[in-house]
């Protein structure tokens, strides 16, 4: 079991950077999956990006060269790193970690991109 929490959201203009931080409640070394997700207004959750133990990452097309994932397992956390955002990037992000059989949530950071 894990509680996931996020921060780091807010308002920002086009072309601006954010980054997200997603703290973990226990160790996730261990935790061999942990991603981004995101939900638009009338739209399905997406992934934005995963990432593995081992550090392998994965990315939506949309945020290729955008956004970049990464874990500190010393410090518990998940991190989004959020360049070059645009209006279509308005969403609220959550993290999620897959511990065989339940995938876990935290409650959501709301990013805005407007000018």
């Known amino acids: 079991q894990v509680q996931l929490v996020e921060s780091g959201g807010g308002l920002v203009r086009p072309g601006g950077s954010l980054r997200l931080s997603c703290a973990a409640s226990r160790s996730i070394r261990s935790i061999s999956v942990m991603g981004w997700y995101r939900q638009a207004p009338g739209k399905q959750r997406e992934l934005v990006a995963s990432i593995t133990n081992g550090g392998s990452s994965n990315y939506a097309d949309s945020v290729k060269g955008r956004f970049t994932i990464s874990r500190d397992n010393a410090k518990n956390t998940l991190y989004l790193q959020m360049n070059s955002l645009r209006p279509e990037d308005t969403a609220v992000y959550y993290c999620?970690?897959?511990?065989?059989?339940?995938?876990?949530w935290g409650q959501g950071t709301q990013v805005t991109v407007s000018s």
């Open positions: 999620n970690a897959d511990i065989p059989p339940v995938t876990y």
